[in-house]
């Protein structure tokens, strides 16, 4: 399952919560930390709130997002993956007509977070 069909058309979660178990399996494996995705996901946490306020400007920081991803993971092991993923799904929020991008911007988050939960789960180094 590729990100665009589980930003798009996974109405039930199953396919995301299969797709984020993987994920979480091969950042274990590639021994990264709790804490450095948690470092991304606090960014996250902080671009929802500013979403519940203001759509526009809440988009334009989880867009800039991206950079960010792509400077921790130069020289970190597993960074490489969550960014591919976090970029992907980014995209799918960016791309979203505007009467949708609430759902799907709900959806990185839910997907995110199924990440970081599993990563726990599956024994990720603190």
Same mark, same amino acid.
């Given at each position: 399952?590729?990100? @665009? #069909?589980?930003?798009? =058309?996974? #109405?039930?979660?199953?396919?995301?919560? *299969?797709? &984020? #178990? $993987?994920?979480? /399996?091969?950042?274990? +494996?590639?021994? %990264? @930390?709790? @804490?450095?995705?948690?470092?991304?996901?606090?960014? &996250?946490?902080?671009?929802?709130?500013?979403?519940?306020?203001?759509?526009?400007?809440?988009?334009?920081? %989880?867009?800039?997002? +991206? !950079?960010? %991803?792509?400077?921790?993971?130069?020289? @970190?092991?597993?960074?490489?993956?969550? *960014?591919?993923?976090?970029?992907?799904?980014? /995209? $799918?929020? #960016?791309?979203? !007509?505007? /009467?949708?991008? /609430?759902?799907?911007?709900?959806?990185?988050? $839910?997907?995110?977070?199924?990440?970081? &939960?599993?990563?726990?789960?599956?024994? =990720?180094?603190?």
């Amino acid at each position: 399952m590729s990100i @665009t #069909e589980i930003m798009k =058309g996974d #109405e039930s979660g199953s396919q995301m919560v *299969k797709f &984020a #178990e $993987e994920v979480a /399996d091969n950042l274990v +494996k590639a021994n %990264l @930390t709790r @804490t450095q995705i948690r470092t991304i996901f606090s960014e &996250a946490r902080q671009i929802e709130a500013i979403w519940g306020k203001n759509q526009s400007e809440g988009l334009r920081k %989880l867009v800039m997002l +991206k !950079p960010k %991803l792509a400077y921790q993971a130069v020289g @970190t092991s597993g960074m490489g993956l969550l *960014k591919s993923v976090l970029s992907g799904a980014i /995209d $799918e929020v #960016e791309k979203a !007509p505007e /009467d949708q991008r /609430d759902a799907y911007f709900a959806r990185f988050v $839910e997907l995110f977070e199924a990440i970081l &939960a599993y990563h726990r789960a599956k024994g =990720g180094r603190s």
